[in-house]
């Protein structure tokens, strides 16, 4: 997996040092790529990549998830006909994603991205998503 072309940020290496050792049950696995992790092997596998270039504004689908700790993150979410689910942090810099195989997670792809949500609330939010009642 290629890296982001801001992979390099110190940011992103303290996501990647303090990424859990587990995510929806699948074991951690070191990548050879700077600010990339995975967890599981293969067509299975939820890959991080940390450093990729920040969402501009966008109509795309953008939610808000909220950990049991209050912790909230804004994601764009867009799935695509293969089976993955895409994550990435929105208003946030470095940006994130994770890529999350429905077969891994057929129920609540989401909760990768729940479990992360105090990993990801360390780099700070610069923007927020917003809807039309927002306006």
């Known amino acids: 997996m290629p890296p982001g072309p801001a992979a390099a940020d110190p940011a992103c ?3 990647i040092v303090g990424a859990p050792e587990e995510l929806l049950g699948l074991p951690r696995q070191e990548t ?3 600010g990339t992790l995975a967890w599981g092997t293969g067509d299975g596998a939820v890959v991080l990549r940390c450093g990729v270039a920040p969402p501009p504004p966008t109509t795309e689908h953008c939610a808000t998830l909220e950990d049991t700790s209050g912790t909230q993150i804004d994601w764009i979410v867009r799935e695509d006909e293969s089976g993955y ?3 990435t942090t929105y208003g946030r810099e470095p940006a994130i994603d994770l ?3 429905r077969a891994s997670a057929p ?3 989401s909760a990768a991205a729940l479990d992360l949500g105090q ?3 360390a780099i700070p ?3 927020h998503c917003v809807g039309a009642g927002d306006l």
Request: no cysteine; hydrophobic share 45%.
């Open 13 to 15: 290496a303290d996501v």
């Open 99 to 101: 890529t999350v195989p």
């Open 107 to 109: 129920d609540q792809p």
């Open 85 to 87: 689910v895409r994550f």
């Open 119 to 121: 990993l990801v609330g």
């Open 125 to 127: 939010a610069t923007a």
């Open 32 to 34: 050879t790529s700077q």
